[in-house]
């Protein structure tokens, strides 16, 4: 069965930390691994990756993926108010449009 | 261009009621993937269509079923609601299966009573 964890369950931090995300996966046939954003209801895009090594970057986000050691990190460099949310990670296998979802890292950015 | 969008947005429904609900995909999207997502549980897959076929499903109980029109609009169906039913239903488009990003539309909260 794909498996998907995430760590840590939540997180609080200050204004202006830096933060890094955790994602490991135990999957057959992988194909890719997403990154979505969840804060009142629709999960919405941050990134997709599926080669390993390669630095997605957008903003003060940036995540990377490690296919041997079948982990992704997502790092958020100095954190706003903005940023509360739910992270979640999901993993693509095969040629189906199924995702398999960790459940989730709440963050929440305090003052 | 528009997002993907659910209708309705919240739903109300008694055990052993029956509800439909709906999904229009992102305009050019083709595939169309259906989750529930619950406190316990997280974001489980459901099922998933293309070209107006189930392609995959998940490990849910035949009283969940869905269809897509020949527009990629989709739509799922609950039978004999269960309590355990209450959840968020999220719907997911794609240009195409597999491989590509998947966008997500708001979701219907349905609560079962």
């Known amino acids: 069965e794909d498996k998907v964890v995430q760590s840590p369950l939540s997180l609080v931090v200050h204004e202006g930390d830096t933060v890094t995300l955790n994602c490991s996966y135990e999957v057959t046939n992988f194909r890719s691994l997403l990154w979505y954003k969840q804060e009142k209801k629709a999960p919405t895009f941050l990134f997709m990756l599926?080669?390993?090594?390669i630095e997605k970057k957008s903003g003060r986000l940036s995540s990377i993926l490690d296919k041997k050691e079948l982990f992704s990190i997502l790092n958020i460099t100095a954190t706003q108010t903005g940023d509360s949310a739910i992270y979640l990670c999901a993993v693509g296998t095969g040629t189906a449009s199924k995702l398999t979802f960790g459940t989730g890292t709440r963050l929440q950015v305090t003052l | 261009k528009a997002g993907v969008t659910q209708t309705p947005r919240y739903l109300i429904k008694t055990r052993g009621q029956q509800v439909t609900l709906s999904c229009s995909p992102i305009?050019?999207?083709?595939?169309v993937s259906w989750y529930q997502q619950t406190p316990g549980q997280g974001l489980q897959f459901l099922f998933e269509?293309?070209?107006?076929?189930?392609?995959n499903k998940g490990n849910f109980p035949g009283r969940f079923s869905g269809r897509q029109f020949s527009n990629s609009r989709s739509e799922m169906n609950v039978s004999t609601l269960e309590l355990g039913d209450s959840a968020l239903y999220l719907c997911?488009?794609?240009?195409?299966?597999?491989?590509?990003?998947?966008?997500f539309g708001p979701g219907t909260r349905l609560t079962v009573l």
């Open positions: 599926t080669s390993s090594g």
């Open positions: 305009s050019g999207h083709r595939s």
């Open positions: 997911a488009s794609s240009v195409d299966r597999g491989g590509d990003t998947q966008y």
């Open positions: 269509y293309f070209s107006e076929t189930q392609r």
